[in-house]
């Protein structure tokens, strides 16, 4: 019954280093957003496709890039990691109507960045 | 710009007792999502509002929808303690927003014995 899943739970990660995280879901939907989640801050938007190779930028894309090669398939880049970034990353797609379906999420993947 | 603020962000209630959140947003929208997220855990799907009036309900939570107010609530009856989690609610910002989900900043419930 997995539908989004995220490939690390836990990542721990050096400064400077290049850190990929994975998204696959397996419904067919065309959209794809990667949040993350911060005590106090709630859910921020960092990126999201609403189909292969189509890119957004959300609330907060500095220091973060995206891919979306295949439409099952939405990986967030940290090029340079910092300590900032140091947060829980959350994974979700919908369809392109949001309606009955609303968003399904990951699992969630907590990125340490020491 | 859509805005989605919920209150209250924490909420300490005694088991047994009876509260609401509430979920107030900035634009006009006929779809409300509500989330559930446990400690260290993903957002779960709760309750899908897509009508003014709409009211959903399971077990000891209830949500409705006033699209003219702009507000939505979760009711929650007879608390138990395995309600303690963290209750989002979304907002479909419709065509203008690429119909993204805007979310409030989440309230924490904790329910003591």
């Known amino acids: 019954d997995v539908k989004v899943t995220q490939s690390s739970r836990y990542l721990v990660k050096r400064t400077g280093e290049k850190v990929f995280l994975e998204c696959v879901q397996d419904?067919?939907?065309?959209?794809m957003f990667w949040y993350r989640q911060d005590p106090g801050l709630g859910l921020r938007l960092i990126y999201f496709?609403?189909?292969?190779?189509?890119?957004e930028k959300g609330d907060i894309p500095e220091g973060y890039s995206v891919s979306r090669e295949k439409k099952e398939r939405f990986s967030l880049i940290l090029e340079s990691a910092s300590t900032n970034q140091t947060s829980m990353y959350l994974c979700?797609?919908?369809?392109?109507?949001?309606?009955?379906?609303?968003?399904?999420f990951g699992s969630g993947t907590r990125l340490t960045v020491v | 710009e859509l805005k989605v603020e919920q209150n209250p962000l924490f909420l300490s209630m005694q088991e047994g007792k009876n509260y609401t959140i509430y979920c107030n947003y900035s634009?006009?929208?006929?779809?409300l999502y509500w989330y559930r997220q446990d400690p260290g855990k993903s957002l779960e799907s709760l309750f899908v509002?897509?009508?003014?009036?709409a009211v959903k309900q399971e077990g000891r939570l209830m949500a409705s929808l006033d699209t003219k107010a702009r507000l939505s609530t979760l009711h929650i009856t007879a608390a138990v303690h395995d309600l303690s989690a963290t209750y989002f609610c979304?907002?479909?910002?419709?065509?203008?927003?690429?119909?993204?989900?805007?979310f409030g900043e989440g309230t924490q419930l904790t329910v003591n014995p």
């Open positions: 979700a797609s919908s369809k392109p109507e949001t309606g009955f379906w609303g968003y399904t």
């Open positions: 419904m067919d939907h065309e959209n």
């Open positions: 496709s609403y189909d292969v190779k189509m890119k």
């Open positions: 634009t006009t929208s006929d779809r």
């Open positions: 509002l897509l009508s003014n009036g």
């Open positions: 979304a907002v479909d910002g419709g065509e203008t927003s690429g119909s993204r989900l805007t």
